[in-house]
């Protein structure tokens, strides 16, 4: 079945590059999704990315797919504090997203 | 911004007993869903409908389990005897008439205790 996984943690300092990874593992998946979910509130998409793409910018927001080695990064740039929250990656099935456990983003002012 | 509302935001429960979480999508919206988040795990779909009917469900959706859109604007999850492994957080999700990137709005989520 459709596995996503993700690292639990990240620290980055105010004002560097943030890089979130994600390994899935069905290629089938027409879109690929970034989610953010703020404390207390539900999941925001954030960006997705076709799957015949290998890169999307939007703003501060880099979203790379590597297919051969299903494998997708989001970067922030410039990370802000407002930044701090948890990241989750996801692939789609039929009538559904799988996610991922979620990245912990912490911001160090 | 219209965004989808879930009531109560925290639940708490004896083992046995039935809950009802609530969900509000959004006005215009066709599709719906229920997912659960157990503490430090994965974000699992559970169930989606369409059309007044379930259109997929996940093995964790099994007999214990219902949902239902009663009136035009609800979408309620039931669990018919909780266990303690029902404690999650349950996320209601919509999406649009027009699904070409499938994406879905969340609400804030329901924190669900069984006792």
């Known amino acids: 079945g459709e596995d996503v996984e993700q690292s639990l943690f990240l620290s980055v300092r105010e004002g560097d590059s943030s890089v979130i990874n994600c390994t899935y593992t069905?290629?089938?998946?027409?879109?690929l999704y970034w989610y953010k979910q703020e404390p207390g509130a539900g999941l925001q998409l954030l960006t997705y990315?076709?799957?015949?793409?290998d890169m999307k910018q939007d703003q501060r927001l880099t979203v790379l797919l590597n297919k051969k080695d299903k494998h997708l990064s989001l970067r922030i740039a410039d990370t802000q504090t407002g930044d701090s929250a948890i990241y989750f990656c996801?692939?789609?099935?039929?009538?559904?997203?799988?996610f991922g456990t979620g990245t912990r983003l912490t911001v160090i002012p | 911004e219209p965004e989808v509302t879930q009531t109560p935001s925290h639940q708490v429960t004896q083992m046995g007993q039935e809950v009802i979480l609530r969900c509000v999508p959004i006005?215009?919206?066709?599709?719906f869903y229920w997912y659960r988040q157990i503490l430090g795990q994965k974000v699992e779909f559970l169930v989606s409908?369409?059309?007044?009917?379930?259109?997929?469900k996940s093995e964790i959706f099994d007999d214990q389990f219902s949902v239902e859109r009663p009136d035009g604007s609800n979408f309620t999850l039931k669990i018919r005897s909780t266990k303690l492994e029902d404690s999650a957080m349950y996320f209601c999700?919509?999406?649009?008439?027009?699904?070409?990137?499938?994406?879905?709005?969340f609400g804030p989520g329901t924190r669900l205790t069984v006792l």
């Open positions: 999700a919509s999406s649009g008439p027009n699904r070409l990137a499938n994406e879905q709005f």
């Open positions: 069905d290629s089938s998946s027409t879109y």
């Open positions: 990315i076709f799957s015949n793409m």
């Open positions: 996801a692939e789609e099935g039929a009538n559904n997203l799988f």
């Open positions: 006005s215009n919206h066709l599709y």
């Open positions: 409908f369409y059309n007044n009917e379930i259109s997929e």
